[in-house]
């Protein structure tokens, strides 16, 4: 069962550029969960999807960040307009059906993408 | 507001030293879920621990052992006989009721040399 993944692994943009991040859920998973590791700090939680929905997005800047996760391929996120600050590893996360009933599904941690703005 | 504090930013031991790594934790949930993550230099994320909040029995995996106390709020980690491979970022974490987001302590860096 391969595990999460995410793709591309290193990515570098200008400023001004656009950065599309990927990750693939383990099979079976059905909720994806992101978050960012800027230097020299722990992972910031940014949002939280199931299939074709978000659940809670709490955790991303209002502006030039999105994130989807369609009923077909890959959750993606996405920064437009690219500025240095955002330069940091974005992990995702997936994991089963959500614990409604008392049972807690794993999160389960991809390899990260390092995005860095030049 | 649930939050994870992580004391130490740095280690440094020498090999076969005994290291503990302290995290403090904040939540009002009375079911929560704590975890520690292991991250080398490589850069990836290792699962090393979950622990629910209602089991307060302490944990010995190998070298590994982990000590949780509702009283105290902490959820401290253990290495025993260090070895160099231990060298990496070690983050506590902090999960409400199953499906939500994991809350980070910023990391304790612990290097062991030879």
């Known amino acids: 069962n391969a595990g999460v993944m995410q793709n591309p692994r290193h990515l570098v943009r200008r400023r001004g550029q656009e950065a599309r991040l990927r990750c693939s859920p383990m099979?079976?998973?059905?909720?994806v969960y992101w978050y960012r590791q800027l230097p020299e700090e722990g992972l910031k939680f940014m949002v939280y999807?199931?299939?074709?929905?978000?659940?809670?997005e709490s955790g991303m800047p209002k502006e030039r960040f999105s994130a989807e996760f369609p009923k077909e391929g890959p959750s993606i996120l996405r920064i437009q307009q690219v500025v240095r600050g955002d330069s940091a590893a974005y992990f995702c996360?997936?994991?089963?059906?959500?614990?409604?009933?008392?049972?807690?599904?794993?999160?389960?941690f991809g390899p990260g993408t390092r995005l860095t703005v030049l | 507001a649930q939050k994870v504090t992580q004391a130490q930013t740095e280690i440094s031991v020498v090999e076969k030293e005994d290291v503990t790594l302290d995290c403090v934790y904040e939540?009002?949930?009375?079911?929560?879920?704590l975890f520690w993550y292991k991250q080398p230099p490589s850069g990836e994320l290792v699962f090393l621990i979950r622990r629910n909040s209602f089991d307060e029995q302490n944990e010995i995996s190998g070298r590994y052992s982990w000590n949780f106390q509702k009283s105290t709020s902490s959820f401290n980690f253990t290495i025993t006989a260090s070895q160099v491979v231990d060298s990496a970022v070690y983050f506590c974490a902090l999960s409400g009721q199953a499906g939500t987001a994991l809350i980070f302590g910023k990391g304790t860096t612990l290097s062991v040399s030879s």
């Open positions: 939540t009002r949930d009375t079911t929560y879920y």
């Open positions: 099979k079976g998973h059905s909720h």
């Open positions: 999807l199931q299939k074709e929905n978000i659940i809670d």
């Open positions: 996360a997936s994991s089963r059906i959500s614990g409604t009933s008392g049972i807690y599904n794993e999160q389960f």
